[in-house]
């Protein structure tokens, strides 16, 4: 049974990127995940402070909610990150999150010396996200973002569902085949993790 990481990065906890990925996590528990599920905007978490205390064992030393994701999150088989867009790469929330997985790169690259794009990335991760414009670059900006963060975590960007012209709450409900992508991309998930395991 694979272990997924859910990760709610919205501001609002009923938001859009949260009711894709409430769809995603049901389609691939349905297919067998064990998914573990957390809201950013409920965890008391400092932004990296960039003391380095991390470069002596990879570990961030501030004690926080951090720690038990941080636990997860290498635990896990697979991650599901969802975030809006603001101002052209992921929110506040989920932006703390990744700094404080700095302590994640300094482990792999400082302290294990891992060659840079040379270690295989056998766990993966998938980016639910979506912006209120229509610009083509709209996601360019996170999904660079995404994808060095994914690394740090030994993780590679499997799928990206990015849907523009989606901004208040509850216009995603308006686009039922969102939502039926977000539910299958779950179940697919799930069985790629499976299939890599």
């Known amino acids: 049974m694979p ?3 859910a990760i709610y990065g919205s501001p609002r906890r009923n938001g859009n990127t949260a009711t894709l990925l409430k769809q995603a996590v049901q389609g691939a528990r349905e297919a067998g995940a064990e998914v573990g599920e957390f809201v950013l905007r409920d965890l008391k978490m400092s932004p990296c402070l960039e003391i380095y205390k991390c ?3 990879g570990r961030c030393a501030i004690q ?3 720690q038990k994701l941080y636990d997860a999150m290498l635990d896990a088989d697979g991650m599901i990150l969802a975030s809006p867009i603001f101002f052209y790469t992921v ?3 989920t932006k703390i999150l990744m700094d404080r997985c700095q302590s994640c790169w300094v482990k792999k690259y400082w302290i294990d010396k891992t060659p840079f794009g040379r270690r295989p990335l056998k766990r993966k991760g998938l980016f639910i996200s979506v912006g209120a414009t229509r610009g083509k670059k709209l996601f360019d900006g996170a999904l660079l973002t995404i994808r060095y963060f994914f690394d740090a975590l030994d993780m590679a960007l499997w799928r990206s569902l990015l849907y523009r012209g989606i901004d208040f709450e509850g216009d995603v409900l308006k686009h039922p085949a969102y939502l039926e992508e977000a539910y299958h991309t779950g179940r697919k998930f799930s069985a790629a993790l499976h299939e890599a395991s």
């Open 64 to 66: 926080d909610d951090f």
């Open 3 to 5: 272990k997924i990481v």
């Open 55 to 57: 470069r002596e064992n």
């Open 91 to 93: 929110s506040a929330h």
